[in-house]
Every structure is written in structure tokens, then in C-alpha cells.
């Protein structure tokens, strides 16, 4: 057995939360801006476009060239923000990426098969907060505040609906690696492996690290009137990564919600069902709701129960 003294210390182990943090903003930056203008280079020879003459073909959704560039850049712009710095801080602040961002870790299948359930039995209550947003009202003197979140909600809409329009087995696998893999992967390694833990260093409490890293992981999405479910749906994968240990058990979940969209976008394409994704599970019935709220935390508490009071044993 190798002894401690001769172990690695981590390059930048000893710095402050807070200065953790901010060297994880300008990595997240610095990261960003190479890995773009990197995939911008080789969108020349790839897609024989040139964004650096001509931008104005990314506004073009009904040419299909462009959207296959859009869709091209989304991959490469959520590996540069979320994937590379998360991996790198893992690096910089542990020693080791796997242990420090919890994907060494595995849990229980029940664990993973409460998970799935979790996020098909709160899409009532996701759809209700969904509706309680969308009643955003701002006072008249930010106005302008709010026709620029109204209209950065509109374009994101237009993006969203514009990718998810496929009808292929082929649009269909590079939606889901685009929309379901890359973002459950990244986003989860940058949030709950990063970020998560590096509020909890600072605060020296976990619930204030679960609502602060879920209050920006809806706010980052920049999609205002969205903001309610997904802070939900970010509280609900923080408890999950604290209370297992390991982060693929809120990539599943993140998976499986960001898969559902594409699969039920898919299906209504093809004519197989005329639900759209933003209604599927929805309901104004205060009993389905109510409902969904119960097994939610029923679920949530079974996975707590198993994963902290009894190993705890």
C-alpha cells in the first residue's frame, strides 16, 4: 500500500471556496471561447461554411444546412462550457476528476428504477410550475426588462422547436446525443459535481448548496419563464447526488427528462400521437397534481431512507 505522504496533493486543493470558484468561472470562460472558435474552424471544411464572413446563417432554420451547423455547435459549445472545465476543476481542485466529481461511484438498481419513476410521476407538478411561471408579471418600470425576457424566451422556444423537428432514426439518435446525452452528462458534472460542491465548502451547509446551485442551473438556461421547473427539477437531482454519492444517478434523471422530449417530439413527428411535448403530463386536475407532489416525495424519501438511514446503519 502506498503511503499518503507520497500521494499527489491536488494543484489547487488549498485555495478558498470562493477563490475555487472564481478560477472555475474564468476556466468555464477560457474553455468556452477555445473550444468554439475551435469548432467554428472546422465547421469551415466540415459544413463549407465560414461563420467568420457570413453569421447570418444560423438564423436561417428553414434551410437544413443550417440546422445541421445549429446542432453541430450546440454539441461543441456544451462540451466547451460544461464538460472540459468540470473535468478540469476535478482535476485542479481533487487530484482525481473521477472521485472529485462523484462519477467513481456506483448506486442500486432500485436506486436508479426510483429515479425513473421520480421523473414521470412529477410531471404534473412540473407542468403546474410551468404555469405558475408563465404568469410572470414585472412592474411597469422594468418593463423593458421583461419584453427582453420574453423575447430571449421566444428564441429559445424557436431553436428548441426547430431541433426537435425531426422524423428519422438518424435525427432522432442525434437529438438524443445532442439534447438528452451531452446535456445530462455536462450539465450534471458542471452543476452537482462542481458547483454543488463547492457552495457546500463555502456555506458548510448542503441545503443551501442544493438551492443556490439549482437557483443557477435554471437562471443559466436563460429561459426566464421556465425558470420554476427546472429550479425544481435541479433540486430534486442535488438531493439525489448528495444523498448517493454518485453522479450518474441524476445524469439518469437529467436522461431521462431531456430524452423524454426528444422521444415524444419523435413520435408526434412520425404520427403516432398528437401529444407535444410540453403537454405530455400535464393536467389541471388539483388531485393529479396533488398527487404527483405525494409519490414525488414518496419516491424522493425511499431513495434517501436507503441511501443514508440504512447505510448509515
Not at 461511484?105 to 421520480?118: D, E, G, P, R, Y
Not at 421556465?226 to 444517478?249: A, D, H, K
Amino acid at each position: 500500500m502506498i503511503s499518503t505522504r507520497f500521494m499527489k496533493e491536488p494543484i489547487l486543493g488549498h485555495l478558498t471556496p470562493v477563490a475555487k470558484l472564481f478560477f472555475f468561472i474564468l476556466l468555464v470562460i477560457s474553455c468556452f471561447i477555445i473550444i468554439s472558435l475551435a469548432g467554428v474552424l472546422f465547421a469551415i471544411p466540415l459544413f463549407n461554411i465560414n461563420l467568420f464572413k457570413d453569421l447570418s446563417i444560423i438564423n436561417d432554420f428553414d434551410n437544413p444546412s443550417s440546422v445541421s451547423l445549429l446542432k453541430y455547435l450546440q454539441i461543441i459549445q456544451s462540451i466547451g462550457l460544461f464538460i472540459i472545465p468540470a473535468i478540469l476543476a476535478g482535476i485542479f481542485f481533487g487530484g482525481n476528476s473521477s472521485g472529485y466529481l462523484g462519477i467513481n461511484k456506483h448506486s442500486v438498481s432500485s436506486v436508479f428504477l426510483a429515479t425513473f419513476l421520480i421523473m414521470f410521476v412529477s410531471l404534473p407538478v412540473i407542468s403546474w410550475l410551468t404555469s405558475i411561471n408563465e404568469m410572470m408579471r414585472l412592474p411597469e418600470t422594468l418593463k423593458g426588462i421583461e419584453q427582453w425576457m420574453k423575447e430571449t424566451e421566444n428564441e429559445a422556444s424557436k431553436i428548441t422547436e426547430t431541433f426537435l423537428n425531426v422524423n428519422t432514426t438518424g435525427g432522432l439518435l442525434v437529438n438524443i446525443l445532442m439534447i438528452a446525452v451531452i446535456p445530462s452528462l455536462g450539465e450534471e458534472l458542471f452543476f452537482r459535481g462542481v458547483l454543488q460542491r463547492l457552495f457546500s465548502e463555502w456555506f458548510k451547509n448542503i441545503h443551501i448548496a442544493v438551492l443556490i446551485t439549482a437557483f443557477v442551473f435554471g437562471a443559466i438556461h436563460f429561459q426566464f419563464y421556465g425558470m420554476l421547473p427546472r429550479i425544481f427539477l435541479g433540486i430534486i437531482f442535488g438531493y439525489l447526488f448528495y444523498w448517493t454519492g454518485s453522479l450518474w444517478v441524476p445524469v439518469f434523471a437529467h436522461f431521462i427528462n431531456n430524452g423524454t422530449a426528444v422521444f415524444i417530439s419523435y413520435l408526434m413527428n412520425r404520427g403516432f400521437i398528437s401529444t407535444r411535448y410540453e403537454d405530455f403530463g400535464s393536467t389541471n386536475n388539483v388531485f393529479l397534481i396533488t398527487g404527483s407532489v405525494f409519490l414525488t416525495g414518496f419516491l424522493l424519501f425511499g431513495i434517501y431512507w436507503k441511501e443514508v438511514r440504512v447505510s448509515a446503519r
